[in-house]
């Protein structure tokens, strides 16, 4: 379990959750999901201590739930989102845990975890539960002390997500990058780092996907990988649902917040349009992913059916190119059945030459129908 003490400008990185609130900003408490499960009497005594309130049983459950898809709920004294991260993840032993989250297909679409992260957001404290590996939390965490400090962040602390060494010093301390102006402020920045980290995924991605649609449109080469163009295709379709979850928990989260009541004092008015900014732009990320998502499965099936009708003219070549050549030798194969025939007396057979006769009316008549079938293209190269 981490904690940090957010005071206007300054973060304190503390060992334990305080015994009681700071006079100005909000505690964050970041913990594993093991940790919260173990520790459930401490972090709901620091959460009583700290605020008033404790969570209710039903949301500790969705809390320490790995299945549980995207979703918000709210009570009269704190708010709950769980979401669902699609993070990058490696194949350590540790994973073995929650390989069941992941996803299939491709190596891209593999190295996709989507165990959820939960957030339950009081006034002024954000208790966050997370997956064992989470990079996000470690890595917002650098940030966060990076932009306290006003100095870069430790690198193997960011290791784990190069999305935070793309900003310099300044920009991630200045402005609307800074410090969380409160609890609800934070956990959609945290959000918003969640949605961002698929982002990263799309060009291996897309590259995986792109060289199967160029198999299956090369008919030089024979597909085979179905199985896995199935699976892609699968997970493809269970990585939008993910995201549709996604969406419609952001929207009611939206909506709880438009209906916040508010005092009338102009700071605050202030952080509540933030709020709804950063709202608005969690969203657009969201559609972002479920648009780039759509369009994969849109190629990948166009791809197949591109396949298939390639596969379908080639066939229609080959079967117009044999029918053709077929209709040159029935004539023929009709008049050496003709002169097959056991009788005696048939025209131009004592004749000495009666062959040649034959033989050279033969000719005439298959060079007649292919130069007919080749002029109207019976005979041409089958289409690639």
Known sequence: ??????????????????????????????????????????????????????LLDLHVSDLLNTQLPSGFDLTSHYDLMVFRRLAACDNRPAQAAVARTKLSGP??????????????????????????????????????????????????????????????????????????????????????????????????????????????????????????LLEARLSLHHLDEICEDQRIAMQDWAESLASWALTGAAQQSREHELLQVRSRDVLEHIDRVVRHVQRLEHGVETAVQMHFNAQSNRTNGIMRTLTSITAIFLPLNLIAAIFGMNFEVIPLLHDRAGFWWILGGMLCIACSLGLVFWRKRYLSQPPR
Do not use: K
């Open 1 to 54: 379990m981490r904690v940090f003490i957010v005071t206007g400008s300054h973060v304190q990185d503390a060992l334990a959750p305080p015994r009681q609130l700071p006079d100005e900003g909000f505690v964050w408490i970041a913990c594993s999901r093991a940790y919260f499960s173990a520790e459930q009497v401490q972090v709901q005594s620091s959460l009583q201590a700290l605020t008033g309130h404790t």
């Open 107 to 228: 190596p891209a679409l593999r190295r996709i975890d989507t165990s959820p992260i939960g957030f339950a957001i009081f006034d002024r404290v954000l208790l966050t539960v997370h997956p064992e590996d989470c990079a996000i939390r470690e890595a917002y965490a650098a940030r966060l002390m990076a932009a306290s400090s006003g100095g870069p962040a430790p690198a193997s602390a960011l290791s784990a997500n190069p999305q935070a060494l793309s900003q310099s010093p300044d920009e991630r301390s200045a402005g609307a990058r800074g410090i969380p102006l409160n609890s609800a402020d934070m956990m959609l920045r945290i959000l918003s780092q969640v949605v961002d980290a698929y982002l990263d995924l799309r060009r291996d991605l897309s590259r995986q996907l792109d060289h199967w649609q160029t198999e299956l449109i090369n008919p030089q080469t024979r597909f085979s990988n179905w199985s896995a």
